[in-house]
């Protein structure tokens, strides 16, 4: 089993940044990808942005593509989503998700959420 456990959320204003972290419970190189969603209530889960654990390709939605940052310290098992420039429509709960490689193949896991708020 990978725990996720996401941290660095919280209150911020208009146009400043946070950085969320999500460390797994185990070393990156059993983990295929790593991916930051998020979802406000009533709405359905959204994609954010991903990032292949081995060699680190990212990819992201096109509305944060400009904003948002995706990267990983495979030392520390961790995988960042740096936020700038937030905005009100950024308010919404985050998860970070990964899908399992070597013993883990074929499994997902997600973290428990993190809230991010925007507000002057």
């Known amino acids: 089993q990978v725990q996720l456990v996401e941290s660095g959320g919280g209150l911020v204003q208009p146009g400043e940044s946070l950085r969320l972290s999500c460390a797994a419970s185990v070393s990156l190189l059993n983990i295929y990808d790593m991916r930051w969603y998020r979802q406000a209530p009533g709405k359905q889960r959204e994609w954010v942005a991903s990032i292949i654990a081995d060699y680190g390709r990212a990819t992201y939605e096109d509305s944060v593509k400009d904003r948002f940052t995706i990267s990983r310290d495979n030392a520390k098992n961790t995988v960042f989503l740096q936020m700038d420039s937030l905005k009100p429509e950024d308010t919404v709960v985050y998860y970070c998700?990964?899908?399992?490689?070597?013993?883990?193949?074929?499994?997902?896991?997600w973290g428990q959420g993190i809230e991010v708020t925007v507000s002057s």
């Open positions: 998700f990964a899908s399992g490689s070597r013993r883990y193949r074929g499994r997902e896991y």
